[in-house]
């Protein structure tokens, strides 16, 4: 079983958007389990929304994260994604040794920037294989990132954190697609958000797998 978990120690980074859109791309690798340990709960609002029945999703408290996954496991999951709260280290730290990677959503501005060295710092110390996202970036002009996005990667870069290639965009089919419990593969398969969220699932999904090899 895979475990990709979503941290960043900010909120407003856009976890739970990611886990969602993760977690309905999953399922073409396989059973997936989504669980949301935020107590703010958006994952499951989006969950209670949706009218298809997979992924599965429970939510999960720390203390219960550990049982949850030894279920998930002996029931033949294949992929779990785990919707992180911020602000709890402890808690992060803790599942950052049980996951796979973990991915790190990042936008591109200087106070998200700033936050991220934190999650950052906690990886290095657990040796934890992570991936940085560019999250909620403006829309790719011309083929090519905007240059506060392109600063944004150098800047990482410089951090010492792996950055995944492309980046996810801030579009309003995201919003309409969380708001009908659906992902924008699902909203609109053929719109560029699906494109940028599809090609970043599926460089974690490459990285998920080369890293249990290694283990």
């Not at 949706?50 to 496991?73: C, F, H, M, Y």
């Not at 790190?104 to 934190?118: E, K, Q, S, T």
């Amino acid at each position: 079983m895979h475990t990709v978990l979503i941290a960043a120690q900010k909120g407003g980074a856009g976890k739970s958007t990611l886990a969602a859109h993760f977690g309905a791309l999953a399922e073409r690798d396989g059973r997936t389990l989504l669980i949301d340990a935020d107590p703010q709960g958006s994952l499951a609002f989006w969950y209670d929304r949706r009218a298809a029945e997979t992924p599965l999703l429970v939510k999960a408290t720390g203390n219960e994260i550990e049982g949850t996954l030894a279920d998930a496991r002996s029931e033949g999951i294949a992929w779990t994604i785990i919707d992180s709260p911020p602000h709890n280290a402890p808690l992060i730290g803790s599942l950052m040794s049980r996951a796979t990677v973990t991915v790190i959503p990042v936008r591109p501005g200087p106070f998200d920037l700033a936050a991220v060295g934190a999650t950052l710092d906690m990886a290095r110390k657990l040796k934890a294989p992570i991936a940085c996202v560019l999250n909620a970036c403006p829309p790719i002009t011309r083929e090519a990132e905007t240059a506060i996005t392109a600063e944004a990667r150098a800047l990482l870069t410089e951090m010492g954190a792996p950055v995944l290639p492309g980046q996810v965009s801030q579009r309003a089919s995201f919003s309409h697609a969380l708001i009908t419990g659906q992902s924008v593969t699902e909203f609109e398969p053929d719109g560029r958000a699906a494109r940028e969220v599809d090609t970043m699932w599926t460089a974690v999904v490459q990285l998920a797998r080369t890293f249990s090899r290694k283990s």
